[in-house]
């Protein structure tokens, strides 16, 4: 996908590979750099003409480790003034609606999910695409369809990437759909707009 887009960053949840596969990978795909988490769960792949500021936290899965998770996007929110987006495979859904099949969701982890969302001063940047990004693999009445990945930003961020677009695109090779966030730079900044 790299070679036909051209992409400036890729983002990579749960690769299942070793650490020290990581600058193979970069070499793969054709990136200047390449780093990982704590926990060698994400890896970021970045064009060296990019500049960001890019902040990987420990990605946790289960749901006990999840308020781990909440607590680092509280601590983050509270100390950025900055435009800052968050996305991925969040394994939580933000309302019923959001899952076809299986076992009734528990509502606990969907008031612990909007909370912190709310906390953080985080809007969902909505999407286009295939609804679920996420399914269990079977068929019939075992079939689960959830969305799980999404991309999350501030009011700032949207400020500064107005034109900002996320696609949920077809599932290869996983039970995830990728996420494309498209930022389109030629589109002037609200601040800019109202100012002028």
């Known amino acids: 996908m790299h070679r036909q887009n051209h992409y400036d960053f890729v983002g990579l949840i749960e690769s299942k590979q070793q650490a020290k596969k990581l600058e193979?990978?970069?070499?793969?795909?054709?990136?200047?750099?390449a780093i990982s988490n704590v926990s060698n769960k994400i890896w970021a792949f970045i064009d060296e003409v990019f500049e960001f500021v890019l902040t990987l936290i420990y990605a946790k899965c289960d749901a006990i480790e999840r308020i781990e998770l909440w607590d680092s996007l509280y601590a983050m929110a509270s100390d950025m003034d900055a435009p800052w987006l968050v996305g991925g495979d969040f394994n939580v859904i933000w309302d019923e609606e959001e899952k076809l099949g299986g076992l009734p969701v528990s509502l606990n982890e969907i008031d612990d999910f909007r909370h912190c969302i709310n906390t953080c001063n985080l809007f969902?940047?909505?999407?286009?695409?295939s609804i679920f990004t996420w399914w269990n693999g079977r068929a019939e009445e075992d079939c689960i369809f959830k969305i799980l990945d999404r991309c999350l930003a501030n009011v700032e961020f949207q400020q500064k990437f107005p034109g900002i677009e996320v696609q949920h695109l077809s599932k290869t090779g996983s039970d995830h759909s990728p996420m494309f966030l498209k930022c389109d730079i030629e589109t002037p900044p609200i601040k800019d707009i109202l100012s002028s």
């Not at 193979?24 to 750099?33: D, F, V």
């Not at 969902?124 to 695409?129: E, I, N, P, R, V």
Request: glycine residues 18%; positive net charge.
């Open 24 to 33: 193979r990978y970069r070499n793969k795909i054709g990136l200047a750099q």
């Open 124 to 129: 969902d940047l909505g999407f286009k695409g």
